[in-house]
């Protein structure tokens, strides 16, 4: 979308955001940049610039008004070298004020062409566990710690996890789900910020950030390992449980 045909709030997020990839932690703008299409004069400083002297100071972690604002806003994120390789962003799926969020920890190469989490096969198992629960991704929300594809399905690197967290944190501050869902013990451990293995996190709840938090495998280890597969729904049993959804 181009620069004319966004808000001039969303031309500002979009603004910010760049300032952002570009490594700037404190951005000072002209007031303009709001009101109408002239180009911005950011003024870019290693410490707060005094507002009195050229507009107002706006923290780059700002908080947005909807997940379409936030997802304009950094879908260009060059934050980490992921961007540069990825071929979609991917935000994340679902229902704005879903009651459950399943967090997985990156995209696949399926997610990866397609800009939409749990695509591929363990995305089908995943719907598949979603039914089995009375629910589907349209009453749940899913994303990812990560929003770009490591290259080959590697693992999420700590700095690349530590970069895109705070797109995830402001996901979760706009839906207000009532429960997560950490898939897999990389999502389980980021969220918890623990080297805890999956076996001894899985089975219990936790909490992130006031939030209750239950981890369990992810779909890509069922399909590998059909064996966790019973491990998985007692899992999920826990959480229809706290949803109060029923068979
Ligand atoms: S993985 Fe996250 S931090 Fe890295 S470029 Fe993608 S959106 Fe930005």
């Known amino acids: 979308m181009s620069d004319q045909e966004l808000t001039p709030l969303a031309r500002l997020r979009r603004a910010l955001d760049q300032r952002v990839a570009a490594g700037d932690r404190t951005i000072v703008l002209d007031q303009q940049l709001l009101s109408d299409d002239k180009p911005t004069t950011a003024v870019e400083s290693p410490s707060l610039v005094p507002a009195s002297q050229v507009g107002m100071a706006i923290p780059v972690e700002a908080d947005f008004a909807s997940l379409t604002e936030h997802n304009e806003a950094i879908c260009n994120c060059l934050k980490c ?12 799926v679902g229902k704005p004020t879903a009651r459950a969020m399943f ?27 979603l039914a089995a629960m009375q629910l589907d991704r349209t009453q749940v929300y899913i994303a990812n710690i990560l929003k770009c594809r490591p290259p080959g399905n590697r693992d999420p690197l700590p700095e690349e996890m530590n970069e895109c967290f705070p797109y995830l944190r402001e996901q979760i501050r706009l839906i207000k789900p009532e429960l997560l869902v950490g898939l897999g013990r ?8 623990t080297k805890t293995p999956l076996g001894k996190l899985r089975g219990r709840w936790h909490e992130y950030e006031g939030i209750p938090l239950l981890v369990t495998y992810h779909p890509a280890a069922l399909l590998r390992f059909p064996e966790y597969k019973k491990e998985t729904w007692k899992d999920m049993q826990l ?9």
Do not use: N
């Open 186 to 193: 990389i999502a389980g451990q980021a969220l918890l910020q």
């Open 81 to 92: 070298p992921l961007g540069k390789t990825r071929t979609k962003f991917v935000y994340g």
């Open 239 to 247: 959480v229809m449980a706290r949803l109060g959804v029923s068979r």
């Open 103 to 129: 967090i997985g920890e990156a995209p696949g190469a399926d997610e990866d062409r397609l800009g939409e989490p749990f695509v591929g096969r363990a995305g089908q198992l995943l719907d598949k566990i």
